[in-house]
């Protein structure tokens, strides 16, 4: 069985509107960042991402947006100097990204992707216990609902830690971070194909069914971008396990579930979907073609498009995932 962290919610005094405020901030410009990134506008990407680091400089995602960003500008000194500090920020395997091109070549380029080999094979010998958060005054006599959250490309739990815990617990929910399935570093993982995803959360399953109280009729998962496509996959393959899907960016793959469709005949099975009207427009397309073709198996499926936003999660997170939450409750 995976290992898995126990992480018990308790009530914590409020640091005050101060880090409240820098965390909404924060959150509002790394959606711009990527908003801007999505549009080619590197040069305002790169503020936003700044502005966002500023406040948090232990954000490794940042910082690597931040030297892809100078790369595609072609700022190679500049890429590089964010290079070094995302792999000091514990992200090791970035040599094959394409936004790197135009640094490939340069010396110091080649010396950190080196050393940052060696890095990440110590890095994969590690073992990564997946996160689970339980409410303050758990009673194993009840049954509690299960919330899942997959983390996108290139990142890792640590993304959904900061706010999501509190207040998925205080909705009764216990809530369970896996680390994606592939190694990329400290702070970066990602979920490899489909069934490695699949076998790696269903076992995750397993393993907190084994220890908690769940209540097997209301297990839900969440997914961003890559995360959110896994999330497609991984509901309609298993409509047996899954009451409802969260999608926040993700793609909608039909080559992975059209074999698994008829299995949503006779399931109260429900989709929610959140994706940017400034993504990528086959992106938007497979969200629509998801919408479309589950509902004719009987699936109610909702699609939120925001007009304003790229590749991001959208708004506050906490009121978004609240009105998904409505919504696949039937409330």
């Not at 995302?86 to 110091?108: A, H």
């Not at 080649?110 to 110590?122: M, T, V």
């Not at 793609?251 to 994706?275: A, C, P, Q």
Request: hydrophobic share 35%; net charge neutral.
């Amino acid at each position: 069985m995976l290992g898995i962290i126990l992480l018990l919610i308790v009530n914590q005094p409020q640091e005050g509107k101060t880090a409240a405020s820098k965390e909404d901030l924060r959150r509002e410009y790394v959606t711009k960042g990527m908003t801007a990134y999505t549009e080619e506008d590197y040069r305002n990407a790169i503020g936003f991402f700044k502005g966002a680091f500023e406040i948090d400089t232990t954000y490794a995602a940042l910082s690597y947006n931040i030297a892809c960003c100078y790369s595609l500008l072609n700022l190679k000194d500049s890429a590089i100097i964010w290079v070094k500090r995302t792999v000091e920020l514990g992200t090791y395997e970035f040599e094959e990204d394409k936004d790197f091109d135009n640094i490939r070549d340069m010396k110091e380029f080649k010396r950190i992707a080196l050393r940052s080999k060696e890095l990440l094979k110590e890095a994969k010998k590690r073992k990564w216990e997946s996160l689970i958060f339980i409410p303050p005054d758990y009673d194993s006599s009840q049954k509690y609902p299960l919330f899942i959250v997959l983390h996108g490309y290139g990142s890792s739990p640590s993304d959904f830690t900061r706010e999501l815990p509190i207040f998925l617990t205080e909705k009764g929910f216990i809530f369970l971070i896996p680390y994606g399935t592939e190694v990329h570093g400290l702070t970066s993982f990602s979920w490899g194909d489909v069934d490695k995803c699949e076998e790696k959360i269903l076992k995750d399953i397993e393993e907190v069914k084994s220890k908690y109280s769940i209540d097997t009729t209301r297990i839900i998962l969440l997914g961003y971008s890559q995360g959110g496509s896994r999330t497609f996959s991984l509901g309609v393959r298993n409509p047996e396990v899954f009451k409802a899907i969260i999608t926040v960016a993700g793609t909608f793959n039909e080559e992975e579930v059209k074999d698994y469709l008829n299995k949503l005949n006779g399931k109260d099975f429900r989709l929610y979907m959140m994706i940017g009207g400034k993504d990528r427009k086959e992106r938007i397309k497979s969200n629509e073609m998801a919408k479309r073709l589950l509902k004719q198996y009987g699936a109610k499926v909702h699609l939120e498009i925001y007009p304003e936003v790229g590749h991001a999660f959208p708004g506050d997170p906490l009121k978004e995932v609240g009105k998904a939450l409505k919504f696949i409750m039937g409330e």
